[in-house]
């Protein structure tokens, strides 16, 4: 069973920056990617990342703001969040796969982690 973990969620005022981290196990190199889910909304896509870090996908909402990054060599993903809005306040998810569009098209990645809160105050 592959696990995924997060870390380095916490709270940060409007226009602030965070960074993410999550690994998850395993000797196979995934896909990896992050998802969120605000109070009463559904989860959603916010960034995905191929095994070969060299293809990128980003939700319109945070084009230009956020940027995921990978280790190469392991699956270990990042994701920095810049100029945060207090609308970017959610519980964050690390998602892994095999292939990339399970992550991005589908939304249905096999693995997830627990979450890390993220809340942004104005």
């Known amino acids: 069973q592959v696990q995924v973990v997060e870390s380095g969620g916490g709270l940060v005022q409007a226009g602030g920056s965070l960074s993410l981290s999550c690994a998850a196990s395993?000797?196979?190199?995934?896909?990896m990617g992050w998802f969120r889910q605000a109070p009463g909304k559904e989860r959603e896509f916010v960034a995905a990342?191929?095994?070969?870090?060299?293809?990128?996908y980003y939700a319109d909402s945070v084009k230009g703001r956020f940027a995921i990054s990978r280790d190469p060599a392991r699956n270990t993903v990042y994701l920095r969040m810049n100029s945060l809005k207090p609308e970017d306040t959610a519980v964050y998810y690390c998602?892994?796969?095999?292939?990339?569009?399970?992550?991005?098209?589908?939304?249905?990645?096999?693995?997830w982690g627990q979450g890390t809160q993220v809340t942004v105050s104005s």
């Open positions: 990342i191929s095994r070969n870090p060299s293809t990128t």
């Open positions: 998602a892994a796969d095999q292939f990339l569009s399970s992550i991005t098209t589908d939304s249905r990645p096999g693995y």
């Open positions: 395993g000797r196979t190199l995934y896909a």
